[in-house]
């Protein structure tokens, strides 16, 4: 098959040009959906495949979908020099290798430049993201997890197959993530390699949410709390380079973002439990956006309450203040709070810095109905403790994603 050469233009600082490299396996066909999305979100696509990889699918099909001739061999006489493989190297701002058979995956640890696809893997300084595909007996062999070791040794990215039931019918580790997955990684690589790695080696914890708080068992304490917030906030502490646990608290219906630890919680003790244990094992930033239930039941009743009496009373007792408890253990961890207040804001914020031990803290004014809970948006006016010597910051109303990058650059700041 002769490869139809389109010119190309050298790499670009932000990643615009993505070089897809499709292997030899069933996975194959989930590369032409990717290589859609891919394009669909702006990316200029040009599509490698190797032999084994053509068995599976047409270059046609890639061709069509990328609107890019796909280049298949090494010795490419129609390439501009004769040299293809170098022009490729340069043109990537990002490689994706997807699905990465076994065969590659050990040909690119040897460092092998048996074929256009490992060429251009030694010859660019793009970064490279692998994602491996095959059968879950295949993965599972030390010989290929030893050339996993080794390729991430080498600075290649590894994206870890999903488990699941296979196209050969076994049930285990090795299928390709779907292509949506694949993409958000590709975006979510693209935002880190855009956003200042302000946080980097750092490990954050944030809540999320609202606690639910028993009152039998089919009934409960809440409030409206989305975690549309905290949320927000774990990605953009993800792509500042931070390693992120996010404690989400009960009813949170969001999903998780990518390369984040998610902890799952019900009730406000649960989520104490849950931030103890990630303090304990190492936490460099704690950040608090849960709404935390102030109270729950004395004890939740065994069975369901029934309507006997006119009038009932449910005691309550206070729930440990999560925030608080962490900052007081941990003095010396940057510990970051949030306040939704309907007035005189500032005076109540400098007194929850205060008494909670902060180092920061972001409020927001529940007053205002365009922002907030529910909502997309938010503004806040963030104080600081005393020895930053920092004058409040407001933040104007904007979507919870670039609110959240705007306090992760404020934390960033601190931190340095
Ligand atoms: O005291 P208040 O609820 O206004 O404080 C709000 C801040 O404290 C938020 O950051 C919230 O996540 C945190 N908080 C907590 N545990 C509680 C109550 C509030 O972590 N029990």
Known sequence: MTAIFTPVTPATTDITNVLLAIT??????????????????GFNVRVIMTQGAQ?????????????????????????ELGMGHIELAKWADLMLIAPASANTLARLAMGMADDLLATV???????????????QQMWAHPAVQLNIQTLTDLGYDIIQPDSGIQACGDIGAGRLPEPEVLCRRVLNFKAKHNTPQCLAGKKVTITAG?????IDPVRFLSNHST????????RACRDAGAEVTLIAGGKVDLTTPLEVRRVDVMSASDMMQAANQAAEAGCDIFIATAAVADYRTREAAPQKIKKTQDQMTLELVKNPDILATISHSYPDMFVVGFAAETQEVEKYARGKLATKNLDMIACNDVSRADIGFASDANAMTVFFADQYQQSPQTLAKASKDDIAKQLVALVGQLQS
């Open 227 to 234: 975690g549309k917030m905290g949320f927000a906030l774990a």
């Open 210 to 214: 609202p606690t639910v708080e028993s």
């Open 24 to 41: 030899g396996g069933i996975a194959a066909y989930k590369s032409a959906m990717l290589a859609r999305l891919l394009v669909k979100e």
């Open 55 to 79: 068995q599976f699918i047409t270059p046609l099909t890639l061709q069509a979908l990328t609107g890019n001739g796909v280049h298949t061999e090494l010795l490419d006489t129609d390439a």
């Open 121 to 135: 893997c030694l010859a660019t300084a793009a970064p490279v993201l692998i994602a491996p595909a095959m059968n």
